[in-house]
């Protein structure tokens, strides 16, 4: 069997991560169509997403608590720098843009997170951001300290930036086939938690458990269902209004 690692760390490489690859990727996309000047990556993760949008800016300092392996060499105009947040070390109104994906719900202060977001960003600046969309988690997910719903993001955003735009990411009938057959693979292990552990036990001792038992339903869905799994496209997700079926919640805030 293939190494292991947490599913939390979404790799291009392993096709057991396709579904949720893609609709990561299309994030960094709709954004390299926004930004310019100054860009901030919060969470670098696996790397994938500074190739596409540092050619659309001046500067791309990209960080995560962690030193990623980057496949190709940093473009020249951008650096990694590795740091924990929040705060954030940089000085008052350095970057025009802040981009930050599937990240805030692993920060426990994320007042402080989003307001720090605001500090570090020049007048009239914009923070896009993504996070996974509550009532579509099929359970809880035990490396997340807490997940959204669409109104609660809005209200924590606004209260450091003067206006949110709010929309949502969305998935094609290929998609929602995939993430049926996903459901059924997850019923099938949770009708063993009678007790309903998987919310009563703090998180740490979810973790490993959960990471394993994920990474193995995705690759039971490859094995079985190859074709499906690898034929998901970015194009097959698309971002617009927050719908009860988004996957994912994206929104732009102006401070």
């Excluded at 692993?106 to 605001?118: C, L, P, S």
């Excluded at 499906?228 to 996957?247: K, P, W």
Aim: aromatic letters at 10%; charged letters at 25%.
């Amino acid at each position: 069997m293939a190494k292991l690692h947490t599913a939390e760390r979404v790799s291009a490489r392993d096709a057991s991560d396709n579904f949720v690859f893609q609709r990561s990727i299309l994030a960094y996309y709709k954004a390299a169509q926004l930004v310019s000047g100054d860009v901030l990556e919060i969470g670098t993760g696996m790397g994938y997403g500074v190739d596409v949008i540092a050619p659309s800016a001046s500067t791309y300092t990209t960080i995560d608590k962690n030193c990623p392996e980057f496949e190709n060499p940093l473009p020249a105009n951008a650096i990694f720098r590795q740091m924990v947040v929040p705060p954030l070390d940089f000085p008052d109104e350095s970057f025009d843009y802040v981009v930050s994906f599937q990240v805030i719900e692993h920060i426990k202060q994320d007042a402080e997170f989003v307001r720090e977001v605001g500090r570090v960003l020049r007048p009239g600046g914009k923070f896009i951001v993504s996070t996974p969309n509550a009532p579509m988690s099929l359970t809880r997910n035990p490396w997340h300290v807490r997940e959204y719903r669409a109104e609660e993001l809005e209200a924590l955003l606004s209260k450091s930036f003067s206006s949110v735009e709010c929309m949502g990411v969305d998935g094609n009938d290929r998609v929602m086939e995939y993430y049926e057959q996903n459901r059924r693979g997850v019923e099938r292990i949770t009708r063993f938690d009678i007790f309903d552990f998987q919310h009563r036990l703090p998180r740490w001792m979810l973790q490993i458990p959960y990471d394993v038992l994920n990474r193995l339903n995705r690759r039971r869905l490859l094995a079985n269902n190859e074709n499906l799994t690898c034929s998901i496209r970015m194009d097959d997700y698309s971002i617009g209004e927050i719908s009860e079926h988004s996957f994912d919640l994206y929104y732009i805030a102006t401070k």
